[in-house]
C-alpha cells in the first residue's frame, strides 16, 4: 500500500472514530432512535439534532450547571420535564436537601461511627504492619551498607598489598625500605597483623638469603633465634620445622612488625595445604587470593585471620627497557663509561607472576574497619563458604557498638555453626540478613543480625492517628454536605472538558484531513504533468511506429528520440519523486540514520555528482573547485544525496552559463556552495522553500516538492545547517542565479585518516543507476563470469520480460530461468541448480501468497548455497538479509549497459551489501 494510501486509511479511520464519538449519545436518545440513517416516528430531525449537539457543548454554562440528564439533549419536541419553559436548568439542590433532611438522622449518626471505627480498624492495621515493615526495611538497608563497608574495607587491604608488591617487585630495596613502606601503610589508618614479601627463593637462591636475613637479624634484633627457612614438612603436621630441600620457597623473608611476629620470619608459604594453594593459584591465575582461615602463630586470643597474598600486575615491556636503560647507566657510570649500549631486553624481563606479597588480616581488624561508620547496633558473623573442607567455616563474629562520629567498638562472639546461628536468630525473633560476597577466590557469607531490643516498631503515632481518624469521621456529616457543592462544581467543569475535548478532537480531524489533502494535492500536482507529457510522447512514438515507413526520415527519427527523451525524463522524475516521499517519511519517523566517517568532499561528493549531472544543454558547464585533500567526518551518501537533490534542481532552470559545486573552509567548518546562472528564486517562495509540499518553482510545475525539504532534514541529521544565500549575483546579465550554502559544522581533518578507513562505496540515483565513489577500490572484481544460471522470481511478467530481455541483450550466454512465485522457485530448486536468484519481496499465488523472505529462509533451509538478491520497491533490506539473502536491491532494475554490469558486479561480489543498498535509495 502507497504512503498516501495508508496516510488516507488513516485520516479515514480517525475522522469515522470521531463522528461515532459525536453522535454516539444522538443514537442513544430515548424519544428519538436512529434505524438505518432514516428517522422513524418520534425521531429528531437532523437539524434538531444539530441544536441538541449545541445544547450539550453549552451545556456547562446554562442556569445554576447542575449535573442533568443528558437525555435533555436528545429532545427536539420542546422542554421536557427537567428543564423550563426558559431552556434554563431548574436548581436541585432544594430537592436533594429536602431528600437528605427527611433521611432518619440516626441511621447517618450510625453510618458515620460504623465508617468511622472501620477506617480506624484499617487504619491501625495497615499502620501497624507499614511500621514493622519500616523497621525491617531499615535494618535490611542498614545490614546491606554494613556489608558493603565489609567489601570496601577488604578492597583496602587489597590495594594495600598491591601496593607492597609494586614497590618491592624488582627487588631492589632493602630493608630499610621495606620498613619505610610499613610505616606507610601503618600511618594510614590500615590495621592488619604484619605486611609480608614474599620473594620466590630457588633452591641456589637460598643459601644466600638465609645467610642476609642470619646477618641482618643478629645486628639489628639479636633477640630473634633465626634457624633459616622454616614450614610444615607433611602434611598434617602441627609443628613448624627446619624447611628441607626443595626447587623453590616462598619464605616471609621481608615482614614488619618483627616484634611480636618473630616465630613467622622465612616461613615457608610453599610447605602447607592450605598456604600451597593459595600461592599456587596466585601463580597460575596471577590474580590476589586468600588462604583458609588460620590460627596465627602470633595470635594472643581465641581469633582467627586470613592472609591476603597478591602476585602483582603484568607490567609493559616499556618499563622492563626503561628500567634496563636506567640500570645500564648506573653500571656504567661507576666504571666511568659514558653512553647506553643496546640492551636485551629479553634477559631483563622476569617472568611474571614471580614474587608475592601479603598481609597478614585478622578478622576482628576487618569488621572493625568496617563498622566504624555505623550508627546502629548490630552482631556480624563471617562464614567462608569456599572453605577446602566444603561447609561454611566459621571466620569470626562480633557485636558491634557505636561510640559516635567513627568510633566504634567490638565485643567478640564465640564460634558459632551457620546452622546454630539459623536456630538463634529465629527462636529470639531478630532481624536478620544473609548476603555472599565475593573476596578475592573465596566466597564469604556476611550474616548481620539485630541486636536484641533494637529494631522495635514505634506504634504510638500509628494509635494516636487511628484515634484521630475516629474523631474525625465527626466531620463527615459536614463533608457530606459541602461535598454535593463540590460535586456540582465539579460536573459543571468535567461538562465544560468534554466540551473542549471534542472541539479538539474535530479539530485533529479537520487538521489530518487537510493534511491528506494536502498530500493528495500535492501528488497529484506533482505527476499530472510528467506523466500526461509521457503519455503524450508514447502517443507520438506509437504513430510513427505504426505509419506505413516507420521512421524511414531523419526527422522522424529525431522526433522520435526527442519524444524517447521525454518519456524517460518524466518517468525519472516520478521514480525521483517516490523515493524522495520514502525518505521524507523515513525521516519525520526518525528511521533515517547517517554514518559519519572520513569523506573526501571532492572525490566523493562534488566529482560524483559532476559525473551523475545531466547536461542537456552545451551553453551551460559544470564546475567544481574544491582544496585538494579537503577531508571531513560526515555521511558521505547523504551528503552526495543532498548535493545531487540541489544540482539537479539548478539544470532543470539554467540555460546558459554555469553550475559550480564549490567547498571551502572557514572559520574552521567546511561550506559546501551548490551555485548556479539560473534566473533565480522569487522573494515571495523563499521564505516556503524549504516547507513541505511548497509550491513547484519551474514555470511547468515539476519541480521537487520535497526534495529541498528533504535536503534540509538529511543536513539536519548530520548536525548541519543549509539556507539560501539571498546575497548572492551569478554575474550572468538577466539571470541573477542561485547559491545554496550547506555548513557542515565540521572542521578539516588529516588526509591521511581516509586512507586508513576508506571504503568503495556505490549510489544510486532516482532512475536506478549505480554509480562507484571511488576508483581506488579493488575488493569488488569488475569483470562477469561468462556463463550464468539465474532464476529471477516475480509476479510481474512484465518486469520478468524486461529483466529477461536487458540480460539476454548484453550477456547473450547466460541462462534464464523465470518464476511468478515463491512456491514455483521451490519446486524449481528441487530439480535444477542455479547460481544466482532474485526474489521479490510482494507476490501472489494461487494457493497461497508467499512472501519473498519466507521463500529465502526456506531456500536456506533447504540448503540452497548459491547467491540470493532480494528485490523489492520498499526498504526490505533488513528483512531480506535477516532471512538469508545475500545482498539486496531497489526496484526498478537497471538497463542500461554499465549500470546494470556495475549492480550485478555488486550483488555477486560485494562483502557489504548494507552500505551498497542503502546507497541506493538517494536520489
Not at 547536461?615 to 582544496?627: A, G, H, N, S, T
Request: a negative charge; hydrophobic letters at 35%; proline letters at 4%.
Amino acid at each position: 500500500m502507497s504512503t498516501a494510501a495508508k496516510a488516507k486509511q488513516s485520516v479515514d479511520a480517525y475522522s469515522d472514530e470521531n463522528v461515532d464519538i459525536e453522535l454516539q449519545q444522538d443514537h442513544h436518545c430515548k424519544d428519538g432512535p436512529i434505524r438505518n440513517g432514516n428517522n422513524v416516528e418520534g425521531a429528531p430531525t437532523s437539524k434538531q439534532r444539530f441544536a441538541s449537539k449545541q445544547r450539550k457543548l453549552q451545556f456547562s454554562g446554562i442556569g445554576d450547571g447542575m449535573n442533568h440528564d443528558t437525555s435533555a439533549a436528545c429532545d427536539g419536541q420542546g422542554p421536557r420535564k427537567g428543564r423550563d419553559n426558559n431552556g434554563d436548568s431548574p436548581s436541585v439542590s432544594s430537592e436533594s436537601s429536602s431528600g437528605r433532611g427527611a433521611f432518619p438522622i440516626w441511621i447517618t449518626i450510625t453510618l458515620i461511627i460504623t465508617l468511622g471505627a472501620a477506617t480506624c480498624a484499617a487504619f491501625l492495621t495497615v499502620g501497624i504492619t507499614s511500621a514493622n515493615n519500616d523497621q525491617s526495611e531499615q535494618f535490611h538497608r542498614l545490614a546491606l551498607d554494613l556489608t558493603n563497608q565489609i567489601q570496601q574495607a577488604w578492597e583496602d587491604y587489597v590495594a594495600a598489598a598491591a601496593w607492597i608488591h609494586g614497590r618491592c617487585r624488582d627487588r631492589n630495596f632493602s630493608r630499610a625500605d621495606f620498613l619505610q613502606t610499613y610505616e606507610y601503610l601503618n600511618n594510614s589508618g590500615l590495621d592488619f597483623q604484619a605486611a609480608q614479601f614474599d620473594p620466590n627463593i630457588t633452591r641456589d637462591e637460598r643459601e644466600a638469603a638465609e645467610a642476609e636475613a642470619r646477618a641482618f637479624y643478629a645486628r639489628h634484633h639479636p633477640q630473634v633465634n633465626y634457624t633459616g627457612f622454616m614450614g610444615f614438612e607433611t602434611a598434617n603436621s602441627t609443628v613448624v620445622e627446619p624447611r628441607s630441600q626443595q626447587d623453590f620457597y616462598f619464605p616471609i623473608h621481608y615482614m614488619e612488625p618483627i616484634k611480636g611476629n618473630e616465630r613467622a620470619i622465612d616461613l615457608d608459604y610453599h610447605a602447607s595445604g592450605s598456604r600451597r594453594r593459595t600461592v599456587l593459584y596466585c601463580m597460575n591465575e596471577g590474580k590476589p587470593a586468600l588462604t583458609d582461615r588460620l590460627r596465627l602463630v602470633q595470635e594472643k586470643y581465641e581469633t582467627f585471620g586470613v592472609v591476603l597474598m597478591h602476585p602483582g600486575f603484568n607490567l609493559s615491556e616499556d618499563v622492563a627497557k626503561l628500567r634496563a636503560a636506567e640500570a645500564e647507566e648506573n653500571q656504567q657510570a661507576l666504571d666511568g663509561g659514558t653512553g647506553v649500549e643496546q640492551l636485551d631486553v629479553a634477559a631483563y624481563i622476569q617472568t611474571w607472576p614471580r614474587d608475592l606479597a601479603s598481609i597478614v588480616i585478622r578478622i576482628p581488624d576487618l569488621i572493625l574497619r568496617a563498622a566504624k561508620r555505623r550508627g546502629d547496633p548490630s552482631i556480624v558473623y563471617l562464614y567462608d563458604k569456599s572453605d577446602s573442607s566444603g561447609s561454611p567455616l566459621f571466620l569470626g563474629a562480633a557485636q558491634i557498638i557505636p561510640e559516635g562520629g567513627n568510633v566504634a567498638t567490638l565485643q567478640g562472639l564465640p564460634e558459632t555453626t551457620l546452622d546454630q546461628l539459623y536456630a538463634q536468630v529465629k527462636s529470639a525473633g531478630s532481624l536478620f540478613r544473609e548476603e555472599t560476597v565475593k573476596v578475592a577466590n573465596k566466597e564469604w557469607i556476611v550474616f548481620v543480625h539485630s541486636v536484641e531490643g533494637t529494631y522495635q516498631p514505634n506504634n504510638v503515632f500509628v494509635i494516636l492517628g487511628g484515634i484521630i481518624i475516629f474523631l474525625a469521621t465527626i466531620a463527615l456529616g459536614i463533608w457530606l454536605y459541602t461535598n454535593q457543592r463540590r460535586l456540582i462544581s465539579y460536573n459543571k467543569e468535567r461538562m465544560k472538558a468534554e466540551a473542549e475535548r471534542a472541539a479538539l478532537i474535530l479539530d485533529s480531524a479537520r487538521q489530518a484531513t487537510k493534511a491528506e489533502r494536502e498530500l493528495n494535492d500535492f501528488i497529484a500536482h506533482e505527476v499530472r504533468n510528467p506523466v500526461s507529457a509521457a503519455m503524450s510522447a508514447c502517443t507520438f512514438v506509437k504513430t510513427a511506429l505504426e505509419g506505413d515507413e516507420p521512421l524511414n526520415t531523419e526527422e522522424q527519427r529525431q522526433e522520435t528520440r526527442e519524444d524517447v527523451a521525454i518519456i524517460d525524463s518524466a518517468l525519472r522524475f516520478v521514480n525521483d519523486l517516490l523515493r524522495n516521499m520514502l525518505d521524507m517519511h523515513r525521516a519525520a519517523n526518525k528511521q533515517l540514520k547517517v554514518n559519519m566517517t572520513p569523506t573526501d568532499v571532492q572525490l566523493d561528493v562534488l566529482e560524483s555528482v559532476h559525473a551523475m549531472l545531466p547536461q542537456r544543454d552545451p551553453k551551460f558547464i559544470v564546475q567544481v573547485e574544491c582544496l585538494d585533500g579537503l577531508v571531513v567526518m560526515t555521511d558521505r551518501l547523504r551528503l552526495k544525496q543532498v548535493c545531487l537533490n540541489l544540482a539537479r534542481n539548478s539544470v532543470k532552470f539554467i540555460s546558459e552559463g554555469f553550475i559550480r559545486l564549490r567547498a571551502e573552509v572557514l572559520n574552521n567548518e567546511v561550506y559546501i556552495y551548490l551555485e548556479d546562472s539560473g534566473p533565480g528564486i522569487p522573494d515571495s517562495k523563499k521564505d516556503m522553500l524549504f516547507s513541505k509540499f511548497q509550491e513547484s518553482l519551474d514555470s511547468l510545475s515539476q519541480g521537487t516538492g520535497i526534495g529541498l525539504f528533504l535536503c534540509k532534514n538529511l543536513v539536519a541529521l548530520m548536525d548541519g545547517e543549509i539556507y539560501l544565500d539571498d546575497d548572492y549575483d551569478s554575474g550572468v546579465p538577466g539571470n541573477p542565479g542561485t547559491r545554496f550554502v550547506v555548513n557542515l559544522k565540521q572542521p578539516p581533518i588529516d588526509p591521511k585518516i581516509i586512507h586508513d578507513s576508506h571504503t568503495h562505496h556505490t549510489i544510486r540515483d532516482g532512475t536506478g543507476e549505480t554509480v562507484p565513489l571511488s576508483d581506488d577500490d579493488e575488493s569488488i572484481p569488475h569483470e562477469l563470469p561468462a556463463d550464468l544460471y539465474l532464476l529471477f522470481v516475480d509476479d510481474d511478467p512484465i518486469l520478468r520480460k524486461l529483466f529477461t530481455r536487458s540480460i539476454r541483450t548484453f550477456f547473450p550466454n547466460w541462462r534464464i530461468r523465470e518464476a511468478s512465485n515463491g512456491e514455483t522457485a521451490l519446486r524449481l530448486i528441487e530439480t535444477e541448480s542455479f547460481d544466482l536468484i532474485f526474489m521479490d519481496m510482494y507476490m501472489a499465488s494461487v494457493e497461497k501468497q508467499l512472501l519473498g523472505t519466507e521463500a529465502v529462509r526456506e531456500l536456506r533451509r533447504r540448503g540452497v548455497a548459491c547467491r540470493i538478491c532480494g528485490l523489492s520497491a520498499n526498504d526490505k533490506e533488513l528483512e531480506f538479509l535477516q532471512a538469508g539473502a545475500d545482498c539486496f536491491s531497489f526496484k526498478p532494475f537497471p538497463c542500461e549497459p554499465i549500470t546494470l554490469k556495475q549492480e550485478l558486479c555488486r550483488i555477486l561480489y560485494s562483502e557489504t551489501p548494507t552500505e551498497s543498498s542503502a546507497s541506493c535509495q538517494e536520489g
